[in-house]
Nanobody, 114 residues
Framework: QAQLVESGGGLVQPGGSLKLSCTDR?????????MAWYRQAPGKERELVAR???????DYSDAVKGRFTISRDNAKNTVYLQMNNLKSDDTAVYYC???????WGQGTQVTVSS
């Protein structure tokens, strides 16, 4: 089992919301400088969605800016991705990433469809 475990994916209608969670089961990856969410749609390359440093600095891809919010709870070794106003183009497998040890989660599917 991967050290980073994602949850919260699913099927949602356009305009809806989902909140993804990623927990570091052991805690070592979370001690690194940054955590991030990536996504990969069918037939496309994996792309950065949002990133957050340990101090809380965040940045986002242009495609999700203003709709998605990344946050972290250092006490719970968990990073979140709140996704609002979802669009069909947001359909993808979402992966959690930690720069410590170049660590990836197993991914969680997000499907936006009516």
């Amino acid at each position: 089992q991967a050290q980073l475990v994602e949850s919260g994916g699913g099927l949602v209608q356009p305009g809806g919301s989902l909140k993804l969670s990623c927990t570091d089961r052991i805690g070592t990856v979370f001690r690194g400088n940054s955590m991030a969410w990536y996504r990969q749609a069918p037939g496309k390359e994996r792309e950065l969605v949002a990133r957050i440093t340990r101090s809380g600095y965040t940045d986002y891809s242009d495609a999700v800016k203003g709709r998605f919010t990344i946050s972290r709870d250092n006490a719970k070794n968990t990073v979140y991705l709140q996704m609002n106003n979802l669009k069909s183009d947001d359909t993808a497998v979402y992966y959690c990433y930690g720069n410590y040890g170049d660590s990836w989660g197993q991914g969680t599917q997000v499907t936006v469809s009516s």
